[in-house]
Nanobody, 125 residues
Framework: QLQLVESGGGLVQPGGSLRLSCVAS????????IGWFRQGPGKEREGVSWVSGRDSSTTYADSVKGRFTISRDNAKNTVYLQMNSVKPEDTAVYYC??????????????????WGQGTQVTVSS
């Protein structure tokens, strides 16, 4: 069964850090680009970051650039999202997704074939 499972969410104070993980099962993740998306309360889902399956090139939404880092460990079939200097506006359910698209439309949900169930991140003091 093809599956993506996110973990690592939780409650964190503003300015703190959190690392999310996305583990794939049933398929080889290294052949796919992986995107992280989030959906905050009352908001539409938006792209956060993307990593290529070919050369691990990355891209980020402006709102997280310089604070979040995406990385992948193909041997573990896992992609990570390191979140530093988090802000209350980072509060959201975070999803990972796998697709074969390029970086050009990485923020477009239609570029992805598989989705995880999401993990909640809450930034609050």
């Amino acid at each position: 069964q093809l599956q993506l499972v996110e973990s690592g969410g939780g409650l964190v104070q503003p300015g703190g850090s959190l690392r999310l993980s996305c583990v794939a099962s049933g398929f080889t993740m290294e052949y796919y680009a992986i995107g992280w998306f989030r959906q905050g309360p009352g908001k539409e889902r938006e792209g956060v970051s993307w990593v290529s399956g070919r050369d691990s090139s990355t891209t980020y939404a402006d709102s997280v650039k310089g604070r979040f880092t995406i990385s992948r460990d193909n041997a573990k079939n896992t992609v990570y999202l390191q979140m530093n200097s988090v802000k209350p506006e980072d509060t959201a359910v975070y999803y990972c997704a796998a697709g074969r698209g390029s970086s050009r439309f990485w923020y477009n949900e239609n570029e992805y074939d598989y989705w995880g169930q999401g993990t909640q991140v809450t930034v609050s003091s």
